[in-house]
C-alpha cells in the first residue's frame, strides 16, 4: 500500500530529525528516550503550527506545517553544537540493538494495524464520523482554532489538538482524508506499543546498567509492557467461551435452562442461554466484541441498571475511533517517561527564575509544560494525573537529595502549581474556546463498582501486581511498614468516604440539591438514601477489599526500603528510584479507581459513566507498565530454576491457547469434525486437548508451590490470567472483521462503504471537497442524528454545516444555547413553499450550498421548486444535487 509507505516514511524522518532534542533531554534514561522521538517529534512540530496559526503568524495549509517543521529541524541542529554531535553519534553505535528492536517494533505493529484496519475500514457508526468531521474541517479552515463542522459560525469546542495532528499528516502525506483516518489509527498503535516498550527497557535496564552494558534479556523483556498494554484484554472473552460452551448450565425440574453463576456474574448478554453450544460466542446481531466494553455495571438505589463505559486499549484499537483518549496514549507515555526520566535525577540542575533558583534545568521543565499542556489540549482528563505523577517524581528527588521534612509536602503543591499553570498558559487560545460540559463534584453514593465486575475488568493487571506485591512484602521483612501503611490507607479510605457521604448529606437536605441529586441517585421515597447505599456497599465489598490490599501492600513497599534506608543508609541499592517510580505508577492507577467508587465528575448523563471510561482507562496503561515490570522482577527472583523449567509453564498455556484458537478458525467442515453433537464443555476430543493443557499448566503451577518455588508458582498463576485476557483479542477480531479477507478486500478508503451505498452523495462530496469554502446545509435527523448517517455530507466535505448532530453539540457545549432554532429553520427551509421565508433562513445563517438527497427528501416534506427557480444547481445526479446561493441573491 503506498500510502502506508508513505507515512512510515515520514514518521521515520520525523524521528530522525528530533532524535538530538530526545537525547538530551531524557539523558538519565539507558534508552535515553530513542523510543519518544516520534511523538515528541509530533509534538513540537503540532504544537509550532497550531500556536503561530492560532496568532496569525502562518496559515492553515502545507507551507505553515513545512515552516513548523523547519523550526523544529533548527531546534535540533542548535541542540548538536559543542561537540554533541560526536557523542550522539557514539550513542548510537554504542545502542544499535536497542534502535534496531525499536525499529522493528514500530514497522510490526504499524503493519500489523494496518491490515486490521483494511480489513473494517468504514467510517461509519459510534464516534467516526465526528472524528472525520474535526479532520476534515481542520484541513479546510483558514486558520485557528478551526470550524465546527456542524455548527457553522462557531470554533470547534472540543479538545481538538489530536485532530490537528491528523490533519497535518494526511496532508504533508497528500493522502486522502479518509485513508488517512485509518493510517492514523494504525500509526497511533506503533507509537504507543514503542513507547511502552521504551518505558519498560528504562525500568529494567536501569536496575541492570553497568559499565554501559544491558543484558540481553532486557531486549526480550521489555516486550512485555506493549503486549500487556496494547494486546491483553480484559476477562469477558473468557467468560464468554464458557458461556458459549455451556458451562454452568444445567436444566432443573421444569426443564428450563438456568444457571445461578450466570445471573451472578450478571453479565450483558450473558445472563440467558447461549442459543447453541459453540466455541464461538453467537450473537443476535453477530456483535459479540462490544460487549467487553461495558463489563462494569452501575445500579441505582432503586435497582435500575445503568450503563458503565469500561474500554481497555485493545477494544479501543480495534474500535478504532479516534477519540481524545486513543489520540493521548503516545503522549501519555511521553509524560511517564519524563516522570521516570526526573525520578532517575535526568532534571538535576539549576534556573534562575527570577529571585529563585530551582534545582532542575530549564530544559526539562519546559518539555513538561509542553507535555503536559499538550495532555490537556489532546484528552483534558488526562492533565492533571501526569501532572501528580511529575511532581511526585520530582519531589521524590528532593527527598533523597534533603531527606524528608513537611517541606517536600509544600514542594510538590508548589510544583502541581508551577507547572500546571504555564502548562495552561503555553496552551491558552484552545482554552478561551473551549467550554466544558463538566459540572463539577458529585457523591458516588449508589453507584459503585461490584467486586467481580473489577476483577473481570483488571484480573489480567491485577494478578502480576498483587504477586510482586505479596513477594516484596514476604522475602523483604526488614523492608516491612505495617503500621504506617495501615494507617495511611484506612485514613484514605476514612477521608473519602466521610468527604462522599458529606456531601450527599448535604445533597439531601439542600431543597434545591435534593430533588437532582436524588433523581440520579434513584432514591426510594421514604427510605434513607445514605443507610441504603452503604448495606448495598457492605453486601458487594470486593472492590474496596480489593483496593485495600493494594494499597496497603503498595504503601508498605514504598515506606519500607526507606525505612531501612532511614536505619542503614549504607545498604542503599541502586534499584530504588526505579523500584520507587514502579510504585507510583501502581498507586496512581489505585488512586483512579479508588476516586469514582466514591465521587465522580458530572456531565450531560448524571452518572459515572464517562468517569469510570477516563479514569479506568488510564489505569490500564498504568497498571500494564508496573505488572509487567513486576512480572518480569518475579520471574527473575524465582530461583536457579534452568531456563526450561521457568518456560515450560509458559509453553503449556501457550499450546492451550493456541489449540482454543484453532478451534475458533477452523473451515466448518474441519470444527464439526473435530466438534461432533456440540453439548456440555469437554464433550469433544478438542475440548479434552486444551482443558488438558490447561491443567498441565496449573499443575506446573502447584509443584512449583510444593517445590517451595512459591515465586514461580505465583508467575504460573499470572500467566493464566493473562492467557485468560488473550482470549478476547481472537474472538473479538474475528468477530468485528468477519474473518480473514482476501487480498483484494482490502482497503484504506474508510468511504468506500458510502461510495458503494450512496454513490451519488460521494459524488456530491467530491465536488464539495474542490468548491470554495462555505456554510452548507443538510438534513438534521429529528431525533438528533447521533450515531446515524446524517450530517455525512459535511462530515466527508469538510464544509460547516447550519447543525449536524445534536446531541454531541450539546455534550460539546455543556447545553442547546449556541444552537437556537436551527433544526426548526432547516426543517422550514426545506419543506416551505416561499421563496422569502426560505431566503431570510439562507442569509441569517450565510448559507452557500444547499444540499438536496435522500434523507432531506425522506426526513422532510420536500419543496424543492423554489431553489430550482431561485439558486443555480451547481451539482446534479439522480440521488443528489446541490444549489448555490449568494447572500443578497
Known sequence: MTSFI??????????????????????????????????????????????????????????????????????????????RAKELWAWIKTNRRLI????????????????????????????????MAFINAILRSPTFPPNDPWLSGYAISYYYFGYVLAAMLIRVSGVDAAIGYNLMSALWFALTAIGAYGVLFDLLAGNQHK??????????????????????????????????????????????????????????ELTTPPPSFSWFPLRLGGVQWWGASRVVQDFTLSGASLEVIDEFPFFTYLLSDLHPHPLAMPFVLLAISQALNAIRGGWQGETRILRWTLP??????????LTLGGLAFLN???????????????????????????????????????????????????????????????????????G?????????????????????????????????????????????????????????KLPTLNQLFLGLQGATPGVNPLWQALINRLKAPGTWITLFLLSFLALNALLGKHKAQAESPESGNQEKPTHTFVLFMLILGLLLTLAPEFVYLRDNFGTRMNTIFKFYFQAWILWSLAGSYMLVQLIRSSGKAKLWEKLFPFGMLLLGMTAMYLGLYRDDAVFQRFNQNLGALGSSPLDYVILGIFALGML?????????????????????????????????????????????????????????????????????????????????????????????????????????????????????????????DIRTLYSTHDWQDAKAILDKYQIRYVYVGDLEMRTYPLDESKFQEHLQLVFDSPGARIYAYETGQ
Request: charged share 10%; with cysteine; aromatic share 16%.
Open 380 to 450: 483534558t482528563w488526562d492533565f492533571p494525573f501526569y501532572l501528580l505523577l511529575i511532581a511526585a517524581a520530582l519531589v521524590y528527588g528532593q527527598y533523597q537529595r534533603l531527606g524528608w521534612s513537611a517541606r517536600r509536602i509544600g514542594e510538590f503543591f508548589l510544583l502541581c502549581f508551577g507547572l500546571g499553570i504555564p502548562a495552561i498558559l503555553l496552551y491558552f487560545p484552545f482554552f478561551l474556546s473551549f467550554s466544558s460540559q463538566a459540572g463539577g463534584i458529585l457523591p458516588s453514593l449508589a453507584f459503585f463498582t461490584q
Open 6 to 83: 508513505i507515512w512510515y516514511v515520514l514518521i521515520l524522518i520525523l524521528a530522525v530529525i528530533n532524535l538530538p532534542l530526545t537525547w538530551r533531554l531524557f539523558k538519565a534514561l539507558p534508552s535515553r528516550g530513542y523510543a519518544l522521538s516520534r511523538p515528541l517529534g509530533l509534538l513540537l512540530w503540532g504544537y509550532l503550527f497550531w500556536l503561530l496559526t492560532s496568532l496569525q503568524l502562518l496559515h492553515n495549509d502545507l507551507a505553515g506545517q513545512l515552516v513548523a517543521l523547519g523550526l523544529v529541524l533548527v531546534l535540533n541542529l542548535l541542540v548538536l553544537r559543542g561537540g
Open 100 to 131: 534496531f528492536t525499536t525499529e522493528v517494533i514500530f514497522l510490526v505493529a504499524f503493519r500489523l494495524w494496518t491490515l486490521v484496519r483494511a480489513a473494517n475500514p468504514a467510517i461509519i457508526g459510534t464516534e467516526k464520523p465526528m472524528e
Open 700 to 824: 506446573w503451577a502447584l509443584v512449583e508451590l510444593v517445590s517451595r518455588r512459591w515465586k514461580m508458582a505465583l508467575a504460573v498463576v499470572c500467566i493464566c490470567g493473562i492467557a485468560m485476557g488473550l482470549v478476547y483479542p481472537v474472538i473479538a477480531m474475528w468477530n468485528k472483521i468477519g474473518g480473514i479477507p482476501s487480498f483484494d478486500q482490502l482497503t484504506l478508503d474508510g468511504t468506500a462503504y458510502y461510495k458503494a451505498v450512496w454513490p451519488d452523495q460521494m459524488q456530491a462530496v467530491e465536488w464539495l471537497k474542490q468548491a470554495p469554502l462555505g456554510v452548507m446545509v443538510e438534513a438534521v435527523a429529528d431525533t438528533g442524528g447521533s450515531y446515524t448517517t446524517y450530517a455525512s455530507v459535511s462530515t466527508f466535505s469538510g464544509m460547516p454545516t447550519v447543525l449536524g448532530w445534536i446531541g454531541h453539540e450539546a455534550q460539546w457545549r455543556g447545553g442547546y444555547l449556541e444552537m437556537g432554532n436551527r433544526q426548526n
Open 452 to 508: 467481580h465486575y473489577f476483577w473481570i475488568m483488571f484480573g489480567p493487571l491485577l494478578l502480576p501486581l498483587f504477586a510482586g506485591l505479596l513477594a516484596h512484602f514476604f522475602t523483604q521483612p526488614q523492608e516491612r511498614a505495617v503500621k504506617p501503611a495501615l494507617s495511611i490507607t484506612f485514613g484514605l479510605f476514612i477521608f473519602l468516604f466521610v468527604f462522599s457521604w458529606g456531601l450527599a448529606f448535604i445533597g439531601t
Open 211 to 268: 559499565e554501559g552494558k544491558i543484558p540481553g534479556w532486557v531486549y526480550t523483556a521489555s516486550l512485555l509492557a506493549p503486549f500487556m498494554l496494547l494486546i491483553v484484554s480484559n476477562w469477558h472473552g473468557f467468560l464468554d467461551i464458557l458461556h458459549s460452551r455451556g458451562l454452568f448450565w444445567s436444566q432443573d425440574s421444569a426443564g428450563q435452562t438456568v444457571s445461578s453463576f450466570w445471573q451472578w456474574i450478571n453479565l450483558k
Open 360 to 369: 532542575w534545568e530549564l530544559p526539562e521543565m519546559a518539555l513538561a509544560v
